[in-house]
């Protein structure tokens, strides 16, 4: 295939000088990237003869003019960080005789190249075709605009390699064209025979994500045993010492902390000189002069939290005394005492929502959650009804499968069922819908409405799969801090039991995790804000906020509902559409819940029972999880529990 070798320089600052006046042979796989290296090294480019020659913003066509000399059609070449990067094209500057290296993405081709299928918008992966729907050239060479001269013989079409990612087939087809002087083809378009404002209009027209990649942004690697050539576009650049390093490199550097004396790799450390900017915007610029009037050029971003901390409810504040940190010269009593500042500060302040609070107005903000949570639903009067004793408003979401892609659609075909809303849930299978009481229910509405649904699915011929799960909501607006730690000790020692109760795939569901805790650090645990801390950061695994995604929620026993919708959620049992295991389930928990209750208000023999054996380390230690449900539910809970763990372990 025979194309012209006329092409125009579109980015002059990624096309380098070619340090060789031998023979074309000379410049190989091999030796390819040590030319370019040395170009880049010197700054020798194709931008330095457009400073000297022309103007850069508006040079002529003559300028920018060059032939392809060469294609190197080999599919790997040593020294690029990647290989979409690479100098395959040798070019010849028409003007002064020079010769270059540059990629594809830097040249404007004449005409099409038929390397892949393009659209009619001219769009392909790798390469960009710009069209002549308004321009075309006259004998001539005067542009017309127009749909009449779109048929003309002489007609202005131009292409660009878009960052191709470079592969055996387009390498190969490139290797196969025969790049010949204009004078030779049959349809002979002279960039020097185009207008400045044509070229200018394509220019133009093309963007970052072709070849206009603004900057001198190719650089050679600083890194002793690296020494790659990479485009800081696609990769990043690293800068030390007045060195310039690709990423992998950059990591790899290791500097000492000022304040403990530890060696930390250069990405995990504040640079008072270089990150000023960073450091003001997250601890502002009194952190920034405070390290540097103690003479703290590096930081570990570890440390860095610990310097300053204050409460924005009271303004009580406290700060890292450097200069008795700075006066002590050993690692070891750096460390000790970084480490009593740090637990000084754990221990007196607490992050609720994204803001400080010290812990006296944590207390009370926390006490306002728990009294006013962030959804703050009406509460229906609890009518109580002989038939089921559940005096404690609750509402359950059941998953399961449908033969409907999602939930409008169910809602569209076959509406909701009685006492329920049908709402999408992204955890589940292909059909997934949630099925969520729309109020609150106590007493015999209860079994009315899951039996009720029982029936529904039944009907439409739902099912349920490994993804499904039963949440249960209950009204917890009167938990308190002595109910959510009581709360926490049981299902801290039944929650083995419990997991046992379950299918082998539900046992490890990411969204229903185990509630695994030391004994002692829910004991030690003071007040709600430590209560609070402690499940977010050690169970929840995140930090205290009102996002109602928080990851905290993601656990069998979930205490972050409770201050977002003020229930306590348990995530535990698998999927069921049949009624008698939810309602099982459901009269399980509920004895848990109001166990707790008297646990924490002492008001029934029961309660005081349980409290002696829950806060003695020895007592808890020693009783098996299955005597303490039965202190809670009876027989009954122990009756069901049991059979579940039998059946899901024959």
């Avoid at 605009?145 to 191709?164: C, D, E, M, W």
């Avoid at 002590?328 to 609070?357: A, G, M, P």
Wanted: charged content about 30%; aromatic content about 10%.
């Amino acid at each position: 295939m025979q194309y012209s070798n006329e092409v125009l320089v579109l980015n002059p600052r990624m096309v380098l000088y070619l340090d060789s006046k031998e023979d074309r042979e000379i410049v190989n796989r091999d030796n390819l990237q040590y030319y370019a290296k040395a170009s880049i090294i010197k700054s020798h480019r194709f931008r330095d003869y457009l400073f000297t020659h022309s103007r850069e913003n508006s040079p002529t066509i003559s300028d920018l003019l060059c032939k392809v000399d060469m294609f190197i059609s080999d599919l790997n070449i040593e020294g690029y960080d990647w290989q979409g990067q690479v100098h395959r094209f040798i070019i010849e500057h028409k003007k002064t005789g020079n010769r270059y290296l540059a990629r594809g993405q830097d040249l404007l081709f004449q005409d099409k190249i038929l390397l892949y299928h393009v659209d009619e918008l001219g769009k392909s992966m790798n390469l960009s075709y710009i069209k002549p729907t308004k321009h075309s050239i006259s004998r001539f060479g005067a542009i017309r605009r127009g749909q009449k001269v779109i048929n003309a013989p002489h007609r202005i079409a131009s292409t660009i390699l878009k960052k191709p990612n470079y592969n055996n087939e387009i390498v190969q087809k490139l290797a196969d064209v025969e790049w010949v002087e204009p004078s030779r083809l049959e349809h002979n378009n002279r960039f020097f025979r185009i207008q400045k404002e044509y070229i200018r209009s394509i220019l133009h027209s093309l963007d970052d994500s072709t070849a206009r990649v603004r900057g001198n942004s190719l650089y050679v690697c600083s890194g002793e045993n690296c020494n790659l050539i990479f485009h800081t576009r696609i990769n990043g650049v690293g800068e030390y010492e007045d060195k310039r390093y690709c990423m992998s490199c950059y990591r790899d550097i290791e500097l000492i902390c000022n304040l403990s004396l530890d060696s930390k790799h250069i990405l995990d450390v504040y640079r008072t000189d270089v990150d000023k900017s960073n450091i003001i915007n997250k601890f502002g610029v009194d952190i920034l002069e405070y390290l540097v009037e103690h003479g703290v050029d590096i930081i570990s971003k570890e440390h860095m939290p610990c310097i300053h901390r204050s409460c924005n409810h009271c303004g009580n504040s406290t700060s890292l005394d450097l200069e008795k940190l700075m006066s002590r010269r050993t690692q070891n009593t750096k460390h000790k005492y970084l480490d009593e500042h740090k637990k000084y500060i754990e221990d007196n302040y607490v992050k609720i929502d994204f803001t400080e609070f010290c812990n006296s107005c944590a207390e009370e903000s926390l006490n306002n959650r728990l009294f006013t949570t962030y959804r703050d639903y009406r509460r229906p009067k609890p009518i109580i009804h002989k038939k089921n004793g559940i005096n404690r408003h609750l509402s359950i979401e059941s998953e399961v499968i449908t033969e409907y892609d999602d939930a409008d659609e169910y809602v569209d075909n076959v509406s909701s069922p009685r006492g329920f809303d049908v709402i999408h849930d992204g955890s589940l299978s292909c059909g997934g819908v949630e099925f969520k009481h729309y109020r609150p229910v106590i007493g015999d509405k209860i079994r009315e409405t899951i039996m009720g649904l029982e029936y529904h699915h039944d009907e439409e011929n739902n099912y349920v799969d490994d993804s499904c799960g039963i949440h249960v909501h209950f009204n917890a607006r009167d938990f308190r801090f002595k109910e959510l730690k009581a709360l926490c000790i049981i299902m801290n020692h039944i929650d083995d039991y419990i997991i046992e109760s379950l299918p082998e795939e539900r046992r490890t569901s990411t969204y229903a995790k185990r509630f695994l805790a030391s004994y002692n650090d829910i004991v030690e645990c003071r007040n709600i804000v430590e209560l609070t801390n402690w499940y977010y950061k050690v169970i929840g695994k995140s930090s205290i906020n009102t996002d109602r995604y928080n990851q905290a929620r993601y656990i069998g026993t979930n205490l972050h509902a409770r201050f977002y919708h003020g229930t306590i959620e348990f995530r535990y049992h698998e999927g069921s559409i049949d009624s008698t295991p939810i309602l099982k389930w459901i009269d399980f928990l509920y004895e848990i819940m109001q166990s707790v209750k008297e646990i924490a208000s002492r008001s029934t023999k029961k309660g005081r029972d349980i409290e002696k054996i829950i806060y003695d380390r020895d007592k808890i230690k020693s009783l098996q999880p299955i005597h303490l449900i039965d202190m809670i539910g009876g027989r009954a809970s122990c009756e069901y529990i049991t059979n579940k763990v039998n059946k899901y372990n024959m």
